[in-house]
């Protein structure tokens, strides 16, 4: 065990900094936050080129995780000093976005429907002119006027 405040490869990840002293405004909180979250939204970036070069790295895997629910913590954080307003506006526009989103997906599905329907139809047509020209081969090989060896030739060209 190495000695308190040395990192190694294998030690946990330390707790995150203690937040900024409350003396700030929601104003400067928010822009602070802002700030933190970008800051470790490009660390994240670093971590996952670190760990895609080195999936084995476990002590990458551990910092990441960490950062990642950082960034969930001030995220949040950031989240509840919005005025309301600010919130209800960003959720009518998400609102709005995701009701496009499906209406155009329902569009789509009704259209896959229908060609759904007419691939069906099609599917039905070949397999009934399928069945047409298999009793039609079948006559004729019964009644064949075709000589053996010919009909051999024939057969394997068909298969």
């Known amino acids: 065990m190495a000695p308190a405040g040395v990192w190694w490869a294998g030690a946990p990840f330390p707790p995150p ?3 900024a002293p409350n003396a700030q405004t929601s ?9 933190t979250i ?6 994240i970036k670093v971590l996952q080129g670190m760990i895609t070069a080195n999936p084995a790295d476990e002590f990458s895997i551990k910092v990441l995780e960490a950062t990642e629910g950082e960034v969930v913590n001030l995220t949040t954080r950031l989240d509840a000093l919005r005025p309301p307003e600010a919130r209800m506006t960003q ?4 609102l709005k976005h995701k009701t ?3 209406t155009k997906l329902v569009a789509d599905l009704a259209t896959m429907d229908q060609a759904r329907a007419h691939l069906v139809a099609q599917v039905q047509a070949a397999g009934t002119e399928l069945a047409a020209l298999q009793a039609e081969y079948k006559t004729l090989t019964q009644a064949s006027t075709v000589l053996a060896p010919a009909m051999a030739a024939i057969q394997q060209l068909l298969e």
């Not at 104003?27 to 700030?35: C, G, I, K, P, V």
């Not at 970008?38 to 660390?43: P, T």
């Open 91 to 94: 959720c009518l526009g998400a």
């Open 17 to 19: 900094p203690a937040p």
């Open 38 to 43: 970008k800051i470790r939204k490009d660390f």
């Open 100 to 102: 496009t989103i499906h």
């Open 27 to 35: 104003d400067e909180e928010m822009a602070t936050l802002r700030a």
